[in-house]
């Protein structure tokens, strides 16, 4: 099986701004979660698709927002781009299969100045 | 709600040394407990998970057994290596497919 990839790996924008990043998941893998790591932290979630719906979200505000397409591929934006919102943004997917895992990105570094 | 709780780090080890990296953690229901490496640069790599009480999970010498009764999940391994140096974290997945992580704990090994 091929890995999860996202894309870009770096990226660099302005303060109000908007930016998407990409993740591209494995052939079958329904399910696909974004998550924020900032600097010397653990991942939060973001929210989680399944089957192109949204079925979960953490405390980000509305200016994060998603989306995932049928060929397995899957969007993050986000708009009015803050400070704060500097980190390195994973994504992870898994198929809908029981006890089957969660495959994670290495991730988009975004830093927004 | 759910929260993970792991040690501070950095912990800082020679090689051949004695790992443990403590992790509690707050939950309803019954959550699946996961280990996950981090390499400079790189995004997380599953170590080790353990779905049930008293499961163990291992992986490249690492060890977990999930301890429902004092609620931890600490990492150990017997003699650590170089390669071995990374960040670490302790995770639980909540019956939602949610990830709640820790806070990581970086781990430095000395030659």
């Known amino acids: 099986e091929t890995g999860v990839t996202q894309s870009p790996t770096h990226l660099i924008k302005t303060r109000g701004q908007q930016v998407t990043l990409r993740c591209s998941s494995q052939s079958g893998h329904n399910t696909v979660s974004w998550y924020q790591q900032a600097l010397g932290q653990g991942p939060q979630f973001i929210f989680q698709?399944?089957?192109?719906?949204?079925?979960g979200r953490g405390n980000f505000p509305p200016r994060f927002s998603g989306l995932q397409f049928p060929n397995y591929s899957s969007e993050l934006n986000v708009n009015a781009l803050e400070l704060d919102d500097s980190a390195l943004y994973l994504c992870a997917s898994r198929r809908d299969r029981r006890n089957y895992g969660y495959t994670f990105g290495s991730g988009t570094r975004l830093t927004v100045v | 709600g759910n929260s993970v709780t792991q040690m501070e780090g950095p912990v800082t080890l020679s090689e051949e040394a004695f790992l443990t990296i403590n992790c509690t953690y707050t939950?309803?229901?019954?959550?699946?407990l996961f280990w996950y490496v981090q390499y400079p640069g790189e995004g997380l790599q599953l170590l080790l998970k353990?779905?049930?009480?008293?499961d163990k999970g291992s992986n490249k010498g690492f060890e977990a057994t999930y301890r429902k009764e004092t609620t931890s999940f600490h990492l150990e391994k017997g003699s650590v290596q170089v390669s071995d140096s990374a960040v670490y974290f302790c995770a639980l997945r909540d019956n939602f497919n949610k990830f709640y992580f820790g806070s990581g704990t970086k781990l430095n090994v000395k030659p």
């Open positions: 698709y399944y089957r192109e719906e949204e079925n």
């Open positions: 353990a779905t049930k009480a008293d």
């Open positions: 939950a309803t229901g019954y959550p699946s």
